[in-house]
């Protein structure tokens, strides 16, 4: 759900129910997601139980001057986060080049799943998105299905930044040069 921080009206937000959810969506805690900002701070992220908790994090929003936010279901699970370059397939469906590893700040539970499945679902997501350098997070559930949270454009690519770095130059370098034909 998309919603202009400006528009909540005065009495707050009305929240009909998570049964209105799909499975694992039925769940009364809320994340709250900033969209505005391309570099991530405190407080742009934030884990509402309450409907009164989401208000003030909207509050907090709009006096940071940043009107629109996106509200999602909590999904429980361990947190994953990936890189890839490029938008053309891969082994198996994959992005030319993937590389995931679990987020550290969490209690993992090591849930399994399917990681080629999480690497073509993250190329159809920047297939679709337009993004050919890219980042994101990723929840795996108990049931080991793969939920992505979010999808961005040039992420630091922190932990694998020596081996990215000349993928990605060799990757732009061969885009534009099929662009300069």
Do not use: C
């Not at 991530?40 to 003030?56: I, N, Q």
């Not at 969490?106 to 350098?133: K, N, S, Y």
Request: hydrophobic share 45%; aromatic share 10%; no cysteine.
């Amino acid at each position: 759900m998309v919603i202009r921080v400006s528009e909540i009206p005065e009495e707050g937000l009305r929240f009909e129910g998570p049964e209105a959810f799909p499975e694992p969506f039925q769940d009364r805690e809320w994340r709250l997601e900033d969209v505005e900002l391309a570099v991530e701070k405190d407080g742009d992220v934030v884990f509402g139980d309450t409907a009164d908790g989401v208000r003030r994090a909207l509050a907090s929003l709009l006096q940071r001057g940043i009107d629109r936010a996106v509200i999602q279901p909590h999904v429980e699970g361990d947190l994953v986060k990936f890189y890839g370059i490029g938008v053309g397939s891969g082994a198996a469906g994959a992005p030319p080049w993937f590389r995931w590893f679990y987020h550290r700040e969490q209690r993992l539970a090591g849930h399994p799943f399917d990681a080629p499945a999480l690497a073509r679902l993250v190329r159809r997501a920047a297939t679709a998105l337009g993004l050919e350098v890219y980042g994101g997070d990723a929840v795996i559930t108990p049931a080991g299905e793969i939920v992505l949270l979010d999808h961005n454009a040039w992420p630091s690519f922190a932990l694998f930044r020596e081996e990215a770095a000349p993928r990605i130059a060799d990757y732009l370098t061969a885009r534009f040069s099929l662009v300069s034909r």
